[in-house]
């Protein structure tokens, strides 16, 4: 079973910056994308941010230029940098990895982080 431990978030002033990490274990033959998205108390889980195989990243609109996503193949870990922070980041974030398996082999997969509460104050 493919598990993910996601680690660094906290507590920040605005303006200041956290980097978050996830890492994926258990299984894997293969990972394609990887991102990160976020849940704020009574919302929708949001995309913040993608990044595909080939290192091709996508960010949500009211991140871009703030937050940096990158991934590390070696390690099967994705970061997010966020800079800039603003109080209406305030959410959980998990990361999610897509992937195939190596038993059954090559079956695809989707899996979730745990979450990690990042809380941004002004």
């Known amino acids: 079973q493919v598990q993910l431990v996601e680690s660094g978030g906290g507590l920040v002033q605005a303006g200041g910056s956290l980097r978050l990490s996830c890492a994926a274990s258990?299984?894997?033959?293969?990972?394609?994308?990887m991102g990160w998205y976020r849940q704020a108390p009574g919302q929708q889980r949001e995309l913040v941010a993608t990044i595909s195989s080939g290192n091709s990243a996508d960010y949500a609109d009211s991140v871009k230029g703030r937050f940096t996503i990158s991934r590390d193949d070696a390690k099967n870990t994705v970061y997010l940098q966020m800079n800039s922070l603003k109080p209406e980041d305030t959410a959980v974030y998990y990361c999610?990895?897509?992937?195939?398996?190596?038993?059954?082999?090559?079956?695809?997969?989707?899996?979730w982080g745990q979450g990690t509460q990042v809380t941004v104050s002004s």
């Open positions: 258990g299984g894997i033959l293969t990972i394609n994308a």
């Open positions: 999610n990895v897509r992937g195939q398996k190596t038993v059954p082999f090559r079956r695809p997969f989707i899996s």
